[in-house]
């Protein structure tokens, strides 16, 4: 496989924690994508819908189409020469927000919410399955807030919660980064992002692929009430994550 992402590339994300890749799938692959993940959303009956947007779970698991996208080598070779460790799959998500929605996502990190101990990077994949302007549920990221220290898990419906608890980001600079069907970004799991409401007439679908290192180790906690929260079935704390529901990147 040819190089995934330029030198370049792997600098800017590991100086700001995030970076954008344009094409990293074409537009038609982007488009039969965006087609089976709104056919996912219809097929599920008791899809949770959240104002700030509608949330499938474990596509890779449930529909043959999108477990191409969330398995695709391209999007794994990129996410291991950002991260610089050997990763395995942690989950996907689809991220729909609907047309007029009237919520943001707030500010928040991802790590936080997840039950990971010992992880030495993890990351995600933002693939945009249609045209994201900003009016459209794009993604705002405060470069270089991957370096923060402290974390707790953050309420994605209050503007304030994480500028109360890292009050040094309030008047850091923000990024927002439009994307054309078939980009993505790919964030650090610490770096504070957010996304805008979907003003348009048009879904803003996004398909998520999240990547942890290889090496990170189960941490049992408890679950807030209607948290989605992906963990491993009969671990013990302190164990691996087992490779079967978790594959490691080729
Ligand atoms: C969103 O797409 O609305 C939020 C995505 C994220 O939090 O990673
Ligand atoms: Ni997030």
């Not at 933002?126 to 990221?141: K, Q, S």
């Not at 990170?216 to 906690?221: H, N």
């Not at 929260?229 to 490779?243: C, H, N, S």
Request: some cysteine; overall charge negative.
């Amino acid at each position: 496989m040819n190089q995934p992402v330029t030198d370049e590339q792997v600098v800017a994300y590991r100086r700001d924690g995030f970076v954008r890749i344009p094409g990293i799938i074409g537009e038609d692959e982007a488009a039969r994508y965006a087609r089976a993940a709104l056919a996912a959303r219809d097929r599920q009956k008791d899809v949770p819908r959240d104002p700030a947007f509608t949330h499938l779970m474990q596509l890779w698991q449930q529909d043959e189409t999108l477990r191409e996208l969330t398995l695709s080598p391209v999007l794994a070779a990129a996410a291991t020469a950002l991260a610089g460790v050997p990763l395995r799959l942690y989950h996907d998500h689809l991220l729909i927000k609907e047309p007029h929605n009237g919520a943001p996502t707030e500010f928040h990190q991802d790590q936080p919410y997840w039950p990971h101990l010992g992880s030495r990077h993890s990351l995600s994949a933002w693939v945009a399955l249609v045209d994201v302007p900003t009016t459209r549920g794009c993604m705002t990221f405060i470069p270089g807030s991957h370096l923060l220290d402290g974390r707790h898990r953050q309420d994605l419906r209050d503007a304030d919660n994480l500028m109360r608890a890292a009050p040094e980001l309030v008047w850091e600079p923000r990024v927002t980064v439009p994307l054309r069907a078939g980009d993505c970004t790919f964030h650090h799991s610490l770096t504070a992002h957010s996304a805008s409401p979907n003003l348009t007439d048009d879904p803003r679908v996004a398909h998520v692929v999240v990547y942890m290192d290889v090496e990170t180790r189960y941490d049992p906690r408890e679950r807030l009430v209607g948290e989605p929260l992906v963990e491993p079935a009969g671990v013990a704390a302190g164990v691996p994550f087992p490779d079967d529901d978790f594959p490691p990147l080729p």
